[in-house]
């Protein structure tokens, strides 16, 4: 957001504490949009009142833009490049965005101001108002789901405040009179939270046995009603529009197969709608990435996700019976889906190679559906958390590129510019930034995506050091986001690499399963392919290349310094898990699914789980190590620090560095941007002069 838009906000938010609010007094405050910009999904300005105190804006932020370009030539300390890339921060938090019944609002949790808190931008644009001053937090990997009540009445959302155990609990605000009322006092995980359409009743899953059950709870006097009873997981719970029903997801014991089931809203035995069969969901005891069951607004049929193609893909069944059949069949992954109110059309998110691009598909009179077509395409961008306006006239989804972070858009699905809604901290600084272009080079038979950050300061005839990144997962993906690590090294000079190597999604089943039983190995071969692809540029010194990545990408960081001999003049493992037996032992329990889904039961594969883990083989490192990770807060992890030991005990080189008050990884700002300074120190050693 705009230096003027905080400014604004923080006098407004001082008047809206007052506790006897309601949305129809809030609605009149709120301002005109702080500026006017250009969109980078469409290269057109979006729509807004045109105001002097708009085009003011526009035109102090062209000129900050122009500030922003002239100090890469001039040159800045590496310390204030790494504010610099850390202050290109999303003012909106992972929820996504709601809208109020009414359609004049869309609400989304922020830590702008002080404090994680809920806040409302009215869907014409304006100035945010903050409705939650605070929500508190929730544990490792759940969301806090705020959901506004069909009526208008209250806002829901999960909190672990006031909770001495730790665990989330079900509060609901009120818009009308701030009144805050606590629903349950479970004592354990929820994950998903939904409201009947009459607005009397929220249904949660919850893991109050070791595994989570559906209930719901009742409004606002918190009396609570089991609905299943099932020692699987069952996930998601969704109503039917006419509240008769509730579906949800039940999962097998391996996370591998599901169900998709409907159950009475009254309590009753639950009936089978459909299975999904193969599509491992490492999430299952967070927030699913099988997504939650869809119903279409007449109640009849389902739409899910699903591996059935090859690729992940959205399908529908009839709810009484019936064959699936694809939406929107493509070679490519789909996410974000959502019905339009009256039914006759999906929006949802197609990832091409990284782009995901906001496509919508109509349903025709027969259940079958038509062509889809574009509504956002991004040249470069990632388009997420599609919510349709309740009328349907309008459809809401964030947008970040590489060189900005994610912001709010509205746009008519008939077509036109987008309104944008916010504007996130470092709005200006694109200008300054890599904008990186995706390159494909070849691996064994592969072929492999990358993005290629190239310094903007390089003159011809210069060679230049180079950091491969590898991201974590391994099950994940780059994308067309912000990435503020490759845009900080990028700045210091080196040529950035960051390939999608093969175990990586969005590539299809195959490309994602094709480093089973061969984790840092068969991937390493595509970051040693990376290199030699460096080697043809002309442009980069190919014995100055170094490697970095956490979690998985650590794991990676570790196995090159260990398996690819010469490859890499030095490494940084961040958190990187180099013993899989250890990690099996003491991890919590999606990675022991996901090592079984990946290697098979540890009793059955010791051997393999050796060969994945450098810490076995610490004899053969050649390449000096920055190994480092946090401390302080749960999901902790000795993995690092053990593999520190083994490293001292055989004389191996390295350094090391523990960062306090984190998990095994680290993610506060002060840690960050310390991290990025110690290794540029590292880097800059072993990668700056020519050996």
């Excluded at 006759?344 to 027969?366: H, M, S, Y």
């Excluded at 690590?485 to 299809?508: D, E, H």
């Amino acid at each position: 957001m705009q230096r003027a838009a905080h400014r604004a906000g923080a006098v407004h938010r001082s008047v809206r504490r007052a506790a006897a609010v309601g949305l129809g007094w809030l609605l009149p405050l709120v301002g005109a949009p702080a500026a006017l910009a250009q969109d980078p999904s469409t290269g057109s300005t979006p729509t807004a009142a045109a105001s002097t105190a708009a085009a003011s804006t526009a035109a102090a932020s062209t000129a900050a833009a122009s500030t922003a370009a002239a100090a890469v030539s001039t040159g800045r300390t590496a310390a204030a490049w790494a504010d610099r890339v850390l202050g290109v921060r999303s003012v909106l938090g992972a929820d996504g965005a709601r809208w109020s019944p009414d359609g004049r609002m869309l609400t989304f949790t922020s830590s702008l101001g002080d404090g994680r808190g809920l806040w409302g931008v009215p869907a014409t644009g304006g100035f945010p108002v903050r409705l939650v001053p605070d929500l508190g937090g929730v544990p490792f990997l759940l969301a806090q789901h705020p959901r506004w009540s069909p009526t208008g009445a209250w806002i829901s959302y999960l909190t672990d405040r006031d909770n001495e155990n730790g665990q989330p609990d079900l509060w609901i605000w009120s818009p009308r009179d701030g009144r805050q009322v606590r629903l349950t006092r479970m004592a354990a995980r929820i994950g998903w939270t939904s409201w009947s359409p009459d607005g009397r009743w929220v249904a949660l899953a919850a893991g109050t046995e070791g595994n989570y059950d559906v209930w719901k709870v009742s409004v606002p006097d918190g009396r609570l009603v089991r609905l299943t009873d099932d020692p699987r997981y069952e996930t998601t719970p969704e109503w039917s529009p006419d509240g008769r029903r509730v579906v949800f997801v039940r999962s097998d014991a391996r996370w591998v197969d599901h169900e998709i089931l409907e159950v009475p809203a009254d309590g009753g035995t639950p009936r089978r709608i459909v299975e999904v069969r193969d599509f491992f969901d490492y999430q299952t005891s967070g927030t699913p990435l099988i997504g939650a069951p869809q119903l279409s607004p007449d109640g009849r049929t389902l739409l899910y996700l699903s591996w059935q193609s090859g690729w992940i893909n959205y399908w529908t069944v009839p709810v009484a019976g019936g064959t699936p059949r694809a939406v929107a069949p493509a070679p490519a992954d789909q996410s974000d889906a959502a019905w339009s109110p009256d039914g006759r059309t999906v929006a949802f998110v197609e990832n091409r190679d990284g782009t995901r691009a906001l496509r919508l598909v109509p349903r025709q009179a027969d259940g079958s559906f038509g062509e889809p077509r574009t509504l956002v395409g991004p040249p470069m961008g990632v388009v997420a958390n599609v919510a349709w306006a309740p009328d349907g006239s309008r459809v809401g989804y964030t947008l970040a590129t590489p060189t900005a972070a994610a912001d709010l858009y509205v746009a008519d699905p008939r077509g036109g510019a987008p309104t944008r809604l916010t504007w996130s901290d470092g709005a200006g600084e694109a200008d300054a930034l890599v904008a990186p272009r995706k390159v494909r080079y070849r691996s064994d038979t592969l072929t492999i995506s990358a993005y290629l950050y190239t310094p903007r300061d390089l003159r011809p005839g210069e060679r230049r050091p180079a950091i491969l990144f590898a991201h974590g997962g391994p099950t994940s993906q780059y994308a067309d986001g912000y990435e503020p690590q490759m845009q900080f090294f990028a700045a210091q000079g080196y040529v950035i690499l960051a390939p999608n190597f093969r175990g990586s999604s969005g590539y299809g089943r195959a490309f994602a399963d094709a480093n089973d039983r061969c984790w840092a190995h068969c991937d390493l071969d595509d970051l040693v392919a990376g290199k030699a692809y460096l080697a043809t540029l002309g442009y980069v010194d190919t014995a100055r290349v170094g490697m970095t990545g956490t979690s998985h990408g650590g794991l990676l960081s570790m196995a090159a310094a260990t398996f690819a001999k010469g490859a890499f003049r030095a490494t940084i493992p961040h958190g990187g898990t180099a013993d899989r037996i250890y990690y099996y032992n003491t991890q919590e329990l999606r990675h022991i699914k996901q090592a079984e889904h990946e290697f098979g039961p540890l009793a059955d594969n010791e051997a393999v789980y050796r060969y994945v883990s450098p810490y076995y083989h610490v004899e053969q490192v050649d390449t000096p190590q920055f190994v480092i990770w946090g401390e302080g807060r749960w999901p902790g992890s000795q993995n690092s620090r053990r593999y520190v030991e083994e490293l001292e005990r055989q004389y191996k080189p390295h350094r090391w560095k523990v960062y306090q008050g984190e998990n095994y990884y680290v993610s506060s700002r002060a840690n960050v941007r310390q991290m990025l300074l110690d290794m540029l120190d590292f880097f800059d050693v072993h990668l700056r002069e020519a050996p």
